[in-house]
């Protein structure tokens, strides 16, 4: 058979260039590649008299091939084919150009779509769109008179036409960061708008977070109550990235919410893992956290801890540490329940701090610093100004700004009614009575006061001792003592016990004419005592009893 007439679109080698040029520069400033694809498969149809035409694209996903635009008189545009089938998937995977002059004979040639829309395919050209070994996809041109000079021509459309999707591919990745990076930003500043404002610089409650990244997972939060006492939180999420910055953001707010109106910190966090767990995402993430409410007036601290770092009391040279009872939050519903375990600390003096797993997993000279580090560094730091503690741990952990490798959070309870006195948990029985009046008389006068001044305080404290040993067990319970002076100041005595919480409206001073043989308690001590007030017990429950005694 004799070769046909050369066509007179595609017969020019000049024109050929041209087209391939008017594509290239097509493919490298467009900003809609459909469109553009469409208008240049039309363009390349029309050039070398082809009755159809379509675009494949390979679905980075999946790696199935995926019709993108298609000219002629069927719209297959969406048509999916399986990696390797047809003979765009053979072209595609041999990353050769091919000419089919007789469809129906080649075994590659799927003909289900021509019996889905009608139309008969008899010849085909196909070239791969690839650039440096990397095949994107295939054009395909149906039903013309292929020479192999139009094969040539394809194969280097097919480039042209590459380098237009890779391009699209990168401004679309370069948008998709520019939006990450502007939803990063935001969350950022949501992140840093909840965390607690300026605190003066004597309050007892202060902490610090660096993320590790642009967002965090940790958090901290430190609430001032209408009664004098501060609620605070200190809480981790568990992975990394926007999903835990969110997940951070929602137990934060709870937090917030909830702490104005629930005042033990057991139930606070039961409630907070109830709304987790109903509102979970299912992405199985949770959260360890640690929640609290600090008496300045006492100095003591009532904690849950949800599975979090043990809280470290530093007092007197010594650490004392307080793990959790309870798993994480969000896990299930049941494992931290309402009347979960809390834990009543008398601070003495002494400061609590509580931190993240990225203090203790952060590396110094190769070694993971662990609990015994992070207590040595604390340590080093207890001589500080407490504002400065934070500053000056994160300084030893992160020299010349460098980035941590996970997020940094620490937050600082510290008694400051400075070192009592005395700080003594006993157990209340009678016999452990007279140990008490002789610490009581020993730490008075160390303090400066006049031996009438200690007669007076142990008259009241053993008072208070008699009646909370007759009236507030019912067989042995704990008494909390503390006795503190400020310089030049007054004494302050307090006695928490953890019994039934008294009615503080029905105490009062009988009239001594009513007085029964042993009811002269609390006329004693209100005699002896320059004032005495029963409080609400920053244990949770109990009692807590104030005495104040002036020093001449």
Known sequence: ????????????????????AEMSIAFASSHDLRETLQRGLAKVAAFIEAEAASF?????????????????????????????????GRVVGQNVATIVKDARSDPHFGALMDGRTGFTTRTILCAPLSVQGRCLGAIELINGVFRSGDRQLLRALGA??????????????????????????????IQRAMLP????????????????RQVSGDFFDILRRSDGRIAFAIGDVSGKGINASLLMTKTCSLFRCLAKTVECPGRLLSAINAELCET?????????????????DSGSALIANAGHE??????????????????????????????????????????????????????????????????????????????????????????????????LTLLLVEDRRGRPLLAKRFTA???????????????????????????????????????IIRHGYHGPGEVA????????????????????????ARIATRCLEEVRPGGLGLHFMRSVMDEVSFLPSPAGSGNLLKMTKAVP
């Open 429 to 467: 029985t009678p016999a452990c009575l007279s140990e008490i009046r002789r610490l009581v008389a020993t730490a008075v006068l160390s303090g400066g006061c006049p031996p009438a001044v200690a007669a007076d305080v142990v008259l009241a404290v053993d008072e208070a001792c008699q009646n």
């Open 481 to 504: 003592l503390e006795i503190h002076r400020a310089e030049d100041g007054p004494l302050d005595v307090q006695l928490i016990d953890f019994a039934q919480t008294v009615d503080v």
């Open 160 to 189: 042209s036409v590459a380098l237009g999707v890779i391009n699209a591919r990168l401004a679309r990745a370069m948008v998709e960061r520019e939006r990450v990076a502007r939803e990063l930003e935001l969350a950022a500043e």
């Open 1 to 20: 058979m004799s070769e046909p007439p050369p066509r007179r679109q595609s017969g020019s080698y000049h024109r050929q260039l041209d087209l391939v």
């Open 280 to 296: 979970a995402g299912g992405g199985g993430m949770f959260v360890t956290m640690v929640a609290g409410l600090f008496d300045p």
């Open 310 to 407: 043990p809280p470290l009391l530093y007092r007197d040279g010594a650490f004392t540490d307080y793990p959790a009872a309870v798993p994480p939050l969000g896990i299930e519903p049941g494992l931290v329940p309402a009347d979960m375990p809390e834990t009543w600390i008398a601070l003495g003096g002494g400061c609590l701090y509580l931190f993240t797993d990225g203090l203790t997993e952060t590396r110094r000279n190769g070694r993971m610093l662990g609990e015994e580090g992070v207590r040595r560094l604390l340590a080093e730091a207890s001589d500080l100004p407490a504002g400065d503690r934070p500053a000056f741990v994160l300084g030893r952990l992160l020299p010349r700004n460098r980035a941590p490798r996970d997020d």
């Open 197 to 212: 404002a300026a605190l003066p610089e004597d309050f007892p409650v202060r902490g610090v977070n660096h993320p590790a």
């Open 56 to 88: 494949f694209l390979v679905d980075e996903d999946t790696g199935d091939l995926v019709c993108e635009a298609c000219v002629g008189p069927v719209d297959i545009t969406g048509v999916r084919l399986p990696p390797g089938e047809g003979i765009v």
